[in-house]
């Protein structure tokens, strides 16, 4: 079977993620980049020897057979340039999260399935060895139903990585920390929780000279009962603390930290907690690129064989839908049920 024919949108910091993803795919090829800067988009192809453009009409018009697109821009871009793509016919994989609204996300999802077409979302962290782990461990039934849980997203951001780009830190554009930080840990969470049903949440812009929030707190009860909490923030001088991940059932608890690709905890009956930590904390570090190469090669495998992604488009819309939850709540000062979430305007 020939390799898959794509382009990349977005040449900046996390495009680079996916150049590097690309650069070890043999499988995919790089056939286009497109950047508003058009020195940007030339760069990136240097290495492919691929053409470069500065929008997606000038794509179209020079490569009609194109398999799909990566769609690396900021947040805000997502829905119109996800729909642009769709109405040339091509699979799409955008970044997360794939919108800044749950009205835009399931607007996607519907383009993409009246057009026939694959839309996958790099939620990546479901793809690594902990989680997998985690939640064959959770679906064996090994540690019962969860009851509590939680994730905590502390990292650094100084005020020079938002001034470095104008769309960072603004509604619009970045949507805050929930949207553009913590997004991978609460989709990670929400694989094991199932739906939300109601969130009671605090928000605030602590440290930074930006538009959104920089730190949020969030209590959310399960549809299924179980009671989870939020704590995220990019306030965290100097460097990053933690990404934990807290899975606690009602017979056996599991911790994810702290970093997600570390066990800090293991409580599972008939399981060595020493022997799993040992076998999953001295792995070998993965890449930084490794995880978009995870999401590509699923996307790659989604549309090569008709089978359903692991990162289907559908299947980010709740996380999207809990965060603009978070987000009213903190805005209100009550608890938000998520039966009366609507998009927010940007």
């Known amino acids: 079977m ?4 794509v382009a990349l949108i977005g040449c900046g910091k996390i495009g680079q993620k996916h150049l590097q993803a690309l650069v070890h795919s043999k499988t995919v090829d790089l056939v286009a980049t497109v950047d508003t800067d ?9 290495a492919f020897d691929a053409a470069h453009y500065s929008d997606l009409e000038s794509l179209a018009q020079h490569h009609p057979q194109l398999d799909g697109v990566i769609i690396a821009t900021p947040s805000g871009t997502h829905r119109p340039l996800t729909e642009q793509a769709l109405s040339h016919d091509w699979h799409v994989l955008v970044e997360k999260p794939m919108a800044l609204s749950a009205r835009d996300a399931q607007a996607m999802v519907e383009t993409a399935a009246k057009r026939g077409r694959t839309l996958t979302v790099t939620q990546f962290n479901r793809l ?24 905590s997203v502390r990292w650094a951001r100084p005020q020079s990585y938002y001034d470095a780009a104008p769309w960072r830190g ?21 694989q ?3 739906p939300i049903a109601e969130v009671f949440a605090y928000a605030g812009t602590l440290t930074h000279h930006i538009e959104a929030e920089d730190t949020v707190a969030a209590a959310l009860r399960a549809a299924n009962g179980a009671l989870l909490t939020i704590n995220a923030t990019t306030s965290v001088a100097e460097t990053n603390l933690e990404e934990r991940i807290v899975l606690v059932g ?10 997600v690709q570390q066990v800090e905890f293991w409580r599972v009956p008939e399981d060595d907690e020493d022997d799993v930590k040992q076998d999953v904390n001295q792995a070998p570090a993965r890449s930084g690129w490794q995880s978009h190469a995870d999401a590509l090669m699923d996307f790659e495998q989604a549309i090569k064989t ?26 209100e000062g009550q608890p938000v ?9 940007a």
Do not use: C, W, Y
């Open 250 to 259: 009602d017979n056996g608890s599991m911790v994810l930290g702290p970093t």
């Open 192 to 194: 094991f929780s199932g």
């Open 2 to 5: 020939s390799n898959l024919q």
């Open 128 to 151: 690594l060895p902990t989680v997998s782990l985690a939640m064959e461990t959770f679906r064996q039934g090994r540690i019962g139903r969860l009851v509590e849980g939680g994730i």
């Open 38 to 46: 058009a020195e940007k988009a030339a760069a990136a192809a240097v």
């Open 306 to 331: 008709g089978r359903p992604s692991r990162l289907t488009g559908e299947s980010a819309v709740h996380v999207i839908e809990v965060i603009e939850a978070i987000m009213r709540s903190a805005e």
């Open 170 to 190: 603004t509604r619009a554009m970045d949507g805050g920390v929930l949207f553009n930080q913590a997004i991978h840990a609460l989709d990670v969470l929400l």
């Open 337 to 345: 049920s998520l039966r009366s979430v609507e998009g927010r305007q």
